[in-house]
């Protein structure tokens, strides 16, 4: 069947929907061609079928997949940023990374390779987990691609910062400790977000903080709310290269089930994607969505959350590959909107203005 795309300056879009019914065929993300269907990519996304380092319920290993299922319904213009993505540049789905379900140590060499063949010519890349372990070899390809330590936002309710499990040093639960210890983090630009739940101990913050970490936990976000969450990463990180790795279990479980270490009293997908927009002009230079576990999930809701996340992720790229910015300018949503000033007061324009 012919694939009837959406083309716009040079660039290979998602599958029409209106042309042909976006519940057919086979899913790659947001319907978008695959690599080899494109000369180049400026955005790759990739799925990692990894979970071996899980410390609970299993299945991340499947959620790539469940993400692109999800994504289906996802259409090409963002209004919340008067921006379409895919026409300003190629995106393109690599498929997934073949990594080695038995031997975690020769997985995370797998995925720091392709991570850096996938980038050699200079495509960004916006991985698919997997679990959580599989953002140590994707920081290390991001930090080697942009010649020095990264700066790094961790959406996530846990710190990923423990030492070992089991004995265990390459875990869902210790990548960032490992980061810092490799020296690929700036330290002085590191933060979690959506922090909450119980700990083993007072000495996992210690450490943590000794680690040059930020920390806006979830009942910071609900009492500071978005726009303060924003101005205070953005002034943490300023214009440096930036890594955001989203841990699906940010979210409350109500808006993620589908997930392997679930905890109460997490932020919202609306929080989350508004905390998102807020970072318009800033550096990303890679990302990732993990722990997705399709198998917890029902009628799709932490997919569907997790491809609307990647599709912001994507569109901050996509907004700073063109030239000019529309800071402040009112299009899209926001030219329509009633009550504008109440609902996004200036400090939000100012925090997001470069
Ligand atoms: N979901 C991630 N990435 N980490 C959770 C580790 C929680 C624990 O086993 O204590
Ligand atoms: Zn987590
Ligand atoms: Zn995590």
Request: charged fraction near 20%; glycine fraction near 10%.
């Given at each position: 069947m012919e694939e009837l795309r959406i083309e716009a300056n040079g660039n290979l879009g998602p599958i029409d929907s209106s042309r042909i019914?976006?519940?057919?065929g086979a899913a790659t993300y947001a319907r978008l061609p695959r690599?080899?269907?494109?000369?180049?990519?400026d955005v790759t996304v990739v799925g990692v079928p990894f979970d071996?380092?899980?410390?609970?319920?299993?299945?991340?290993?499947?959620?790539a997949n469940h993400v692109r299922e999800a994504?289906?319904?996802?259409?090409?213009?963002n209004p919340a940023w008067d921006v379409s993505p895919f026409e300003n540049i190629q995106v393109a789905d690599a498929g997934d990374m073949a990594v080695n379900p038995f031997n975690i140590n020769e997985a995370i060499e797998t995925i720091q390779q392709n991570a850096l063949d996938l980038t050699a010519a200079g495509s960004k890349l916006l991985t698919l987990g997997g679990?959580?372990?599989?953002a140590l070899p994707l920081l290390r390809a991001a930090a080697e691609r942009a010649g020095g330590p990264i700066a790094m936002l961790h959406f996530d309710?846990?710190?990923?910062?423990?030492d070992t499990y089991f004995g265990a040093a390459y875990t869902h639960g210790t990548p960032f400790r490992r980061a810092v210890e490799e020296g690929i983090l700036d330290t002085e630009a590191i933060s979690h977000i959506g922090t909450r739940g119980p700990l083993y101990g007072k000495k996992d913050l210690d450490d943590d903080h000794r680690f040059g970490f930020g920390i806006v936990t979830s009942a910071d976000v609900y009492y500071q709310g978005v726009l303060e969450t924003v101005a205070k990463v953005r002034d943490r990180?300023?214009?440096?290269p930036l890594y955001i790795s989203v841990?699906?279990?940010?979210?409350d479980p109500a808006h993620?089930?589908?997930?392997?270490t679930p905890e109460a009293g997490g932020i919202t997908s609306r929080e989350l994607l508004e905390i998102i927009r807020g970072f318009r002009g800033m550096n990303l230079v890679g990302a990732d969505v993990v722990e997705?576990?399709?198998?917890?999930?029902?009628?799709?809701i932490t997919g569907v959350a997790a491809s609307h996340v990647a599709y912001e992720l994507v569109t901050l790229m996509a907004d700073n590959a063109v030239p000019g910015s529309r800071f402040g300018k009112e299009t899209g949503y926001q030219a329509q909107a009633i009550g504008q000033e109440a609902r996004r007061p200036a400090g939000f324009a100012a925090a997001t203005k470069e």
């Open positions: 019914p976006r519940y057919a690599l080899d269907q494109v000369a180049k990519a071996s380092g899980v410390s609970y319920r299993p299945g991340a290993r499947f959620g994504s289906r319904l996802l259409r090409p213009y679990d959580h372990t599989i309710a846990h710190l990923d910062t423990w990180i300023g214009n440096r841990d699906i279990d940010v979210l993620a089930p589908g997930t392997g997705v576990s399709p198998a917890y999930d029902h009628a799709e």
